[in-house]
């Protein structure tokens, strides 16, 4: 039996080399360096909700591969009549895979099929109902604009069940004249059609800011809501993305590059705030946004690191150096992201104490 779709639309209203890194296992266990312990985070501690139907967690940018990974991974936690995706209208009928049978659903989606189409998806124009009744609001766009648009017209929304509004953003936006955040915030090019219809970035500048730009303007938008709400704001910042979502479609639907960062890349480094760069897994980063919802512990703001990097050089002409080593080959034996076989996402339990590590 394949997994079909049941949308529900029926919203009624606007409806440096890190000293002391520690290393997350979700496999086997917390493996932390504790040669120093340094302060906890403190953050606004507000009582901790679980989503409900009446309170459901609302998820906007669903529709990135993150997005996809914490919807359902949400799902998963809380069952999907107590999630709901913001989804623009003209997607929604193709968000949930028509073609794959349920037996592998679950494997590579984290969640079961008759469950995930229990969510309810709404356009952001016809989502005030549920941003008014949320318990949490989680943005997920990965580009930088579209979370300033995405904060913009829903922040204003969130009622007085909303504990926290997590939001992804970057390493880097207060470093954006430095490399290699500089390269990283150029503003994108216009698509140009190519040969076979092709669509290719190479065109003239869009005129879109570049997307450290956006996630700043992001970032800005969410503490100027917040600074008038009885809600807090929670930043998890990423590295540059890798790592597939779920896959969804045939089995050559894994991207070879990302396949390679789910398997090889099991581990996860925390940093205060706008600190260090590198690459960040997408599943874990979907994890950690997921339980900063929930955690009776939430940081404020913390980048999320599963590759740590660091330039070489003046100025970084000599390019970039990886300072973390990847998961051991007897963790990654067994695992292949074309058959669906992936390592489990970080345990919330493990984001706590790492983050206790700082």
Not at 165 to 173: C, D, E, F, N, Q
Not at 264 to 275: A, N, S, T, V
Not at 296 to 318: I, K, R
Request: net charge neutral; aromatic share 4%; hydrophobic share 40%.
């Amino acid at each position: 039996r394949a997994l079909t779709v049941r949308t529900n639309v029926s919203m009624s209203a606007l409806a440096s080399v890190p000293v002391a890194v520690t290393r997350a296992d979700s496999r086997a266990g917390l493996r932390a360096s504790r040669t120093s312990r340094a302060r906890v985070l403190r953050a606004s501690v507000v009582t901790s909700a679980t989503a409900t139907k009446d309170a459901p967690v609302v998820v906007a940018g669903a529709t990135t591969s993150t997005g996809r990974l914490v919807a359902s991974l949400a799902v998963k936690k809380y069952g999907g009549a107590n999630v709901v995706l913001v989804v623009n209208k003209d997607a929604q009928k193709t968000y949930w895979p028509e073609d794959m049978p349920e037996d592998v659903v679950e494997q590579r989606m984290f969640a079961p099929a008759d469950e995930l189409v229990k969510c309810v998806l709404v356009d952001p124009r016809e989502a005030a109902d549920a941003l008014g009744k949320c318990s949490s609001v989680i943005f997920c766009a990965e580009w930088g604009a579209t979370q300033a648009e995405l904060a913009t017209a829903l922040t204003p929304l969130l009622g007085s069940n909303c504990g926290r509004a997590v939001m992804l953003s970057r390493v880097g936006i207060n470093r954006r004249d430095k490399a290699p955040f500089e390269t990283q915030n150029k503003p994108p090019k216009k698509m140009q059609e190519m040969a076979l219809g092709l669509k290719l970035p190479f065109g003239e500048n869009s005129g879109q800011p570049g997307t450290l730009d956006g996630f700043a303007d992001a970032e800005g938008v969410l503490a100027a809501a917040q600074a008038n709400s009885k809600w807090t704001a929670h930043v998890v910042r990423s590295g540059e993305l890798r790592g597939n979502g779920p896959l969804l479609l045939a089995d050559l639907s894994a991207r070879l590059v990302d396949n390679l960062y789910d398997v090889k890349y099991q581990d996860l480094y925390f940093r205060k705030g706008d600190d260090g760069q590198g690459y960040t897994k997408r599943l874990n980063l979907a994890a950690t946004l997921l339980h900063t919802t929930t955690t009776t512990t939430p940081a404020p703001d913390v980048a999320a690191l599963s590759v740590v990097c660091e330039m070489v050089g003046p100025f970084g002409l000599l390019g970039e150096m990886t300072v973390t080593e990847p998961t051991g080959v007897e963790r990654r034996k067994g695992y292949d992201m074309a058959k669906g076989k992936a390592p489990g996402p970080i345990a919330g339990e493990l984001i706590d104490e790492l983050i206790a590590e700082l």
